[in-house]
């Protein structure tokens, strides 16, 4: 049996004339005039992703990953200030305990990355994955203490008796 004639595409294109496995469909007459519109366009959109966009561009990227990583700090901040002392405490030991202390760090060293190293593409990259573990870690460390502080039985009848007292008093 030929390579060419076997029933693997695989196989097929390596043993064929198309190398590339660009295929009949992309050969055809049909797809050749679907020709890229940007050579007889009247104006072409400058790209928006920051490997080939141009300064005014990633400078509104870098913006947006301060903005990011302000308010993942900021919304973090305000949950533990809200919650109760003895379910905080969930928050803040353990693996949970761990994982957000480090979702508190990743987005300082991202933010730093994105205004510090704007014209190094290997801190810039670092950067963004920096931002991306932090809001990775956010919420791999919120469900874990969630689910530490439904074990507890203090972290749930504590924050239930406050709230009756106060219903009752208020």
Known sequence: ??????RWPVLRQ?????????????KSPGSLALLARMAT??????????????????????RLA?????????????LERRLEPVVARAYLEGRAGRVLRASRAL???????????????PVRVASGMALL????CTRFGVFPAGIAS????A???VPQRARMERRTAG
């Not at 390596?14 to 992309?26: C, N, S, V």
């Not at 009247?42 to 990227?61: F, H, L, Q, R």
């Not at 439904?150 to 039985?153: K, L, R, V």
Request: hydrophobic residues 45%; charged residues 20%; aromatic residues 2%.
């Open 66 to 78: 301060l903005l990011g990583a302000l308010g993942e700090l900021g919304g973090q901040t305000l």
């Open 1 to 6: 049996m030929a390579l060419r004639d076997a």
């Open 41 to 62: 366009a009247d104006w072409v959109v400058k790209s928006t992703c920051p490997s080939v966009a141009g300064e005014a561009e990633s400078s509104s990227v870098r």
């Open 133 to 136: 573990t932090a809001s990775a």
């Open 107 to 121: 987005p300082l060293a991202g933010a730093a990355g994105a205004t510090l190293g704007a014209r190094n593409r």
């Open 150 to 153: 439904a074990e507890d039985p």
């Open 14 to 26: 390596l043993a064929g004339t198309d190398r590339l496995g660009r295929g009949a469909a992309a």
């Open 155 to 157: 972290a749930t009848i």
